[in-house]
């Protein structure tokens, strides 16, 4: 029985050795395989058999990307845009069919290449600056990636932009602002301009006013009386403004203020309302707030009246001069003096006013004169419309105070037969009136002369009659 169970027990034996043997020289290519099919795809156990046969093996697809990321700068108003594109390929890509709004991309441009995969396995970036201004809403930039034997043509991307501008300041009170200014007289005319400064904004507008008065001196002085003017008014909108306003052709003054129109002084006078520090160029006050000249301006060559004379000559010999002080540039008294001789005498003639000077008869050359007047000199005329001599209705042939004319009122009457002293002017026969009458003319005078001369006549013949003839006297 032993003997029959070794034989089969030895059989059994070779049996499962030789098992063994062909499962170990099959174990060396099944382990080789399977860790390459596991890198590329998972294997389940249900596709056991099909993970012994080795799969195809592939890289990554080419592709690109391309984003966008914004700055606004405030300060300058402008939009920075950084566009980055990636290549995830071991090939440059090309781009092709490329498209930006609103503006070009400096360094893209169709024909252009991308950075490719780096030997480590790093993917390749480009990138690109783009700087946009007044504030677009959005930027975009799309295109298709050219590699030899593939292409991209997913790539776009989009960034949303909007305002972008310097955030305004605060304004300031009237007190903070800032200007400065340009001031000048020239060809008949004060100008000015005034600008708010660069870096101002105003809370409430500001009024700025030009006005020229009249004057009477060159220096200042008053009574003052307002001639033209001019007011403008700064704002955030209009930040310069250019006032010009023309002088009088005489003493004058010009003062640029800070104010309107109601702020104007009429009339400055003694003891009334002054610009004071609100002129522009002001060392202190509501005026030291523009940079610049001084804004006032005294001057002038001439008084700001227009003094007339008008002398009318008189049948009696005396002079009527008329003085007058109208006219548009007429705002002052003037003072006329009246010479003739040793008549003197001064008036003052007010503003559109006129007055009269009577000269009396026999004084001389007269001269009026006047500030902002050439002297006027004259002498008396004979009239148009005076009666002549003998008609007894007017002054005596000659000029006054020479015979025929008026007496001097000094008593020296004057006549060709030698006048006689009187207590007037008398005539020529010496006879004259308390008052200071006319020298004796016309009718009765002629009647005289030719009396004397018919008996000159006479005794002329009678004289020449008998010293011809003999006279024999007998005793």
């Not at 946009?132 to 593939?150: D, G, H, I, M, Q």
């Not at 005596?396 to 015979?403: A, F, N």
């Not at 008398?426 to 005289?448: E, H, K, M, R, Y």
Request: proline share 8%; aromatic share 6%.
């Amino acid at each position: 029985m032993l003997k029959n169970l070794l034989p089969r027990a030895a059989a059994i034996t070779a049996g499962a050795l030789l098992g063994l043997t062909t499962l170990m020289a099959a174990a060396p290519s099944q382990a080789a395989v399977l860790p390459a099919a596991v890198s590329q795809t998972a294997v389940s156990p249900g596709d056991a058999a099909q993970a012994a046969v080795p799969p195809r093996v592939d890289g990554p697809s080419a592709q690109t990307g391309i984003t966008g990321a914004a700055a606004c700068n405030a300060a300058a108003g402008e939009w920075t845009i950084t566009w980055t594109i990636t290549n995830n390929w071991t090939e440059m890509a090309k781009v092709d069919k490329l498209s930006t709004v609103p503006a070009p991309v400096p360094g893209l441009a169709d024909g252009g290449y991308l950075n490719r995969r780096q030997e480590s396995g790093t993917v390749g970036k480009t990138i690109f600056t783009q700087v946009l201004r007044n504030s677009p809403a959005e930027a975009s930039v799309s295109f298709v990636a050219v590699w030899a034997k593939t292409k991209d043509a997913d790539n776009k991307a989009t960034v949303q932009l909007g305002a972008c501008e310097q955030p305004e300041p605060p304004c300031v009170q009237q007190a903070q602002a800032r200007f400065h200014h340009e001031f000048a007289v020239k060809d008949g005319q004060a100008t000015a301009t005034v600008t708010l400064d660069d870096d101002v904004k105003l809370c409430a507008a500001e009024p700025v006013t030009l006005v020229t008065y009249f004057a009477p001196k060159p220096q200042f002085s008053v009574p003052q009386y307002v001639f033209a003017h001019r007011t403008a008014t700064i704002s955030n909108e209009q930040r310069a403004v250019t006032l010009t306003a023309p002088l009088p052709a005489c003493n004058t003054q010009a003062d640029l203020f800070f104010g309107g129109e109601g702020d104007i002084i009429g009339e400055i006078t003694e003891d009334g309302e002054r610009y004071g520090d609100l002129k522009l160029g002001s060392g202190n006050g509501p005026g030291s707030r523009s940079e610049g000249p001084q804004g006032w301006y005294n001057g002038g060559s001439r008084g700001c009246h227009q003094p007339a004379v008008q002398p009318v000559s008189q049948c009696d010999g005396a002079v009527d001069v008329n003085l007058s002080n109208t006219g548009e540039q007429t705002k002052y008294p003037v003072d006329f003096t009246v010479r003739a001789g040793e008549f003197t005498q001064t008036v003052t003639v007010a503003p559109g006013k006129g007055e009269t000077v009577r000269v009396p008869a026999g004084r001389g050359l007269i001269t009026v004169t006047a500030d902002g007047m050439k002297d006027v000199t004259y002498e008396w005329q004979r009239p148009e419309n005076c009666p002549p001599p003998g008609d007894g209705g007017g002054p005596g042939g000659g000029d006054p105070g020479e015979g025929g004319g008026p007496g001097n009122g000094d008593g020296d009457g004057g006549g060709s037969n030698g006048g006689g002293e009187t207590d007037g002017g008398g005539s020529g026969a010496g006879g004259g009136d308390d008052d200071g009458g006319l020298p004796v003319t016309g009718a009765a005078a002629g009647t005289i002369a030719a009396g004397a001369a018919v008996l000159l006549i006479g005794g002329g013949v009678l004289f020449v009659v008998a010293r011809r003839r003999r006279v024999t006297f007998t005793p």
